[in-house]
């Protein structure tokens, strides 16, 4: 899932200066699950700003909902109808979120509630991990099921470097060493030829590095007599 | 965590030319004669002076066969290790300079070494850097675009293949380095380390550094594995060390430095070098340490040079440049032969 966390409610509050009403959008899906952008948080983020702005002598009138999907349009095209009483719209959902609403809706100010962090899973409860950075070409299938893109910080292919102690990351005491799991990994699943092959520099040209990233399915595309 | 790593043997070495054929620099020289190779450390100034690099390389005249030169270190902004490099040569002494993936991308590394060769730098060390989290530009971006072996491996190709990483052809040749690289005996996964080593031999580095060792049963049982595996046949491995300053300091590299083993006589020994000495004479005690902190790096290198499958000794000053000469002296690794 996409993992994402509120901004500081201080920031937010800039953000709508001179905003008299407001529309906070929730998403159902990935920031629901993470306890950042639900029916609960819009609540609970709403709420909070009623009264800050209303103590601060500006009081925003600030109204809810959420969507099943941000980042659809069949989810959020209804949202249209009763757009224009608002001044902005605060988003509660990913990145990816915000930019479908302004997409949908040019000229008006969608403006971001959350940070989106990552592509992971909450690890235990209340923690959640950096899994995927979407490098494009996936190499999940040599590393054992861990990987080294988004968990290592030096993005190493060829093993562990020299700061791995007792299976935490020389970086960030709190992290496993990801190449001390690949490794234990690979030798339980028989890599180990794997393991010990130079593996050649990574073509990051699937990555975000080759440029804007798009999938083009000619197979589900439709024809553009039905797009019109 | 004890998996089990199966047996390996170091394929035989068909395609790389002996060491003195890959690169003429006198570090090669030195290393495939067989002497006991000595190098040495000169950390570039957070400045654009060049006094700073002239007289820690003074230091090192007459001691060392070449000396390092680090490349932002920890991940602090210094002086590039390519310009300090060229006036550490500029005083008479080889440079071996350090280049990490953390800062470049492969366009810039390339570039950069082939003008490095050009002003005549002939050793390089090959490294992954350590991460800008704890450096001084910690909101910098990092590039690790390739990591050290794949960096081993493209600097190799350039030197015995004559292409680019891309695989275009070098016209008139590609730069002809001395290639290294860093080991660490000590890091964890403990088993896997010799693997590393041999990994490293694979990917072309003709020698390697390792990290200060001052735990010599531990690192005895490494180099067996290593000799065994027929890697150091393949690999000049130079060891690591350096003089303890002070208890505080050995404790510290024992408790907090990861990947670094200090055995608790070596602190007993240098606590017990200021016993008797009054906590209010700090430069009596200071003077004390250091003393001891000599004599247990003279006497360390010479258990180092017997142990088998090792080439030399990489002396760190670690702030302390004026320790190399009389450890070296006292090590008996003077006068540097001249090859
Ligand atoms: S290798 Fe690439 S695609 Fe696979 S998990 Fe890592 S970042 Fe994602
Ligand atoms: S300690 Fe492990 S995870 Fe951390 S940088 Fe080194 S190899 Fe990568």
Redesign the pocket.
Known sequence: MIVAEQKPLDEIKTMLEGCKKVLAVGCGTCVTVCFAGGRREVGILSASLRMSTDLDGEAIAVEETTVQRQCEEEYIAPLEADLEEYDAVLSLGCGVGVQSLARQFPGKRILPALNTKF?GFPSEHGVWEE??????????HI?GGV?????CPKQLFNGPCGGSQDGICEVDPGTECAWHTICTNQLELGLFEEMMKVQPAKDWST?RDGGHRRIVREDIRLPEIEKA | MNMHYPAFRMPENTDTPPIAERCDSKLARVLASGEFAVTGEVGPPKGCTTEPVRTKARLLTDCVDAANVTDNQTAVVRMSSIAAGLIVLEEGIEPIIQMTCRDRNRLAMQSDLLGAYALGIKNLLCLSGDHQSGGNHPGAKNVHDIDSMQFLRMMKEMRDENIFQCGEEIKGGGPRFLLGGAANPFADPAQWRPYRLAKKALAGADFVQTQLVYDLPKFREYMKRVVDMGVAEQIKVIVGVGPLKSTGMAKYMRDRVPGMSVPDPLVERMDGAVAGIDKGKKADRSTAWRNEGIKICIEQIQEIRAIDGVAGVHIMGIEWEEAIRPIAEGAGLLPRPII
């Open positions: 592509m899994r995927c950075q979407g490098c494009g070409n996936c190499v999940l590393t990987c080294p893109v988004s968990r990555s």
